[in-house]
Nanobody, 124 residues
Framework: QVQLVESGGGLVPAGGSLRLSCAAS????????MGWFRQAPGKEREFVAA????????YYGDSVKGRLTIPRDNAKNTVYLQMNSLKPEDTAVYYC?????????????????WGQGTQVTVSS
């Protein structure tokens, strides 16, 4: 079955960096668009970043533009979220997601597969 396993979360001071990883199995990774979403306590799930499978187009949420990037390594079946200049408001559980039916509309949460999430806490 399809599995998405996130790792790399943790506690980091404001201004610091983290790199999250999402290792995928059970799917043809190179044919799937990948996304990252986050959810803070008491808030709705928020789009963070996505990368299409076809031409590696990237998309970013307004609150993270210029600070985050979403590279992917198809040889390793892994997508990353490189986070720089972190702010306390970036504190959330970060979820990886995979979508194979299209490489459009990647900013909405209509993904077929989700990971279990990894906690990122940014201290002020």
């Amino acid at each position: 079955q399809v599995q998405l396993v996130e790792s790399g979360g943790g506690l980091v001071p404001a201004g610091g960096s983290l790199r999250l990883s999402c290792a995928a199995s059970g799917l043809s990774f190179s044919m799937y668009s990948m996304g990252w979403f986050r959810q803070a306590p008491g808030k709705e799930r928020e789009f963070v970043a996505a990368i299409s499978w076809s031409d590696r187009r990237t998309y970013y949420g307004d609150s993270v533009k210029g600070r985050l990037t979403i590279p992917r390594d198809n040889a390793k079946n892994t997508v990353y979220l490189q986070m720089n200049s972190l702010k306390p408001e970036d504190t959330a559980v970060y979820y990886c997601a995979a979508r194979g039916d299209t490489d459009y509309g990647l900013t909405n949460p209509r993904y077929g597969y989700w990971g279990q999430g990894t906690q990122v806490t940014v201290s002020s």
